[in-house]
């Protein structure tokens, strides 16, 4: 059995997840991990997939034929794990380059962006528009931690960080 990481999109419909899974225990697939979603119309999946390396040409060859979805697909390896997870929640007014200045700021201290999920919403009381991201982390320092903090909050006085796990 070999790890495929999977990604598929198609206009959004009942059924949709049915008929992946039905394709994936159809060729000898055990479905491991996911993150599924309906973004403005589309269903977007990223699934992490065990699947016999002799079934696998046939199982991509099914999800193909499922009408109006498209994939990628890559075979994956056993990445470096970080001595520390971490996930926060990030509230902020929304603006351009938002997910750029958060990013530059993790990266540059070494920290790699494990999870990524935000969303736009008006709060209700003022009708600003609001960021919201759960950002999930690996560290290789338990330095970095308060380094990620302080480099956050300096993005300005709009933004709330809470810490969601240790």
């Known amino acids: 059995m070999l790890r495929y990481l999977i990604t598929l999109q ?5 059924g949709l997840v049915e008929q992946v899974a ?4 159809r060729h000898g697939g055990n479905w491991l991990d996911s993150e599924l979603r309906h973004i403005d119309g589309i269903f977007a999946a990223i699934l992490l997939l065990e699947v016999p390396s002799l079934k696998m040409d046939e199982l991509i060859e099914a999800l193909e034929c499922i009408d109006g979805l498209t994939l990628t697909y890559s075979k994956t390896s056993v990445a470096f794990k970080p001595i520390k997870r971490l996930t926060y929640s990030l509230v902020s007014y929304d603006r351009p380059g938002l997910v750029l ?8 201290l070494g920290i790699n962006i494990e999870q990524f ?22 560290l290789t320092d338990l330095a970095q931690e308060e ?6 909050y300096a993005l300005g006085d709009d933004l709330v960080l809470d810490k969601l796990s240790r």
């Not at 198609?10 to 009942?14: E, H, L």
């Open 147 to 152: 380094q990620l903090v302080q480099s956050l």
């Open 117 to 138: 999920s935000s969303q736009f919403e008006t709060a209700g009381h003022t009708g600003i528009a609001l960021f919201r991201a759960t950002i999930g982390l690996g």
């Open 10 to 14: 198609a206009p959004d419909r009942k």
């Open 22 to 25: 039905h394709a994936v225990s």
């Open 101 to 108: 200045d958060i990013s530059n700021r993790i990266t540059a």
